[in-house]
């Protein structure tokens, strides 16, 4: 089964009572192992997760913490990227080379980068210089 084939099937189990636009996220971690999520959405609408928070989420519940690819899909009329949030958090755990694969359910994809996503990303790196708690 393809990243994207994972995706696709977690995208069912998305709690979308509110907006109906489920999403579903897979990801590979570094070891190989592939973590998905799918979007939650909740009452107190800005509450919810996404797909690829909740992804990231069980990656790093299982003890990692890189990814090496990505792959999203949800039902639009084009593949649809992440939100800037995620974008974030990919860029948290991904080099800006892993590769990102964008679709719809309808079979259009679209295939970029964490670091095309994020040009200008905030990094770990940015805060080399920050000074830690006494």
């Known amino acids: 089964m393809t990243l994207l084939d994972q ?3 977690v995208r069912e ?3 979308a009572p509110y907006s109906r636009f489920k999403v579903g996220a897979a990801i590979r971690a570094a ?5 998905v999520g799918c979007n939650v959405e909740n009452a107190a609408y800005p509450e919810g ?3 690829e928070a909740g992804a ?3 990656m790093v519940a299982a003890g990692e913490t890189e ?7 949800a039902d639009a009329p084009r593949p649809v990227p992440p939100c800037g949030g995620c974008r ?3 860029a948290e755990f991904a080099a800006q080379e892993a590769v990102v694969t964008l679709a719809t359910v309808g079979g259009a994809v679209s295939v970029t980068t964490v670091g095309e996503l994020l040009p200008g990303g905030f990094r770990a790196a940015d805060m080399a210089h920050a000074v830690g708690p006494d």
């Open 31 to 35: 070891s190989g192992a592939v973590y």
């Open 67 to 73: 990814l090496t690819e990505v792959a999203v899909i």
């Open 88 to 90: 974030q958090k990919l």
């Open 56 to 58: 990231i989420a069980a």
């Open 13 to 15: 189990n998305a709690y």
């Open 49 to 51: 997760t996404c797909a």
């Open 7 to 9: 995706a696709r099937a």
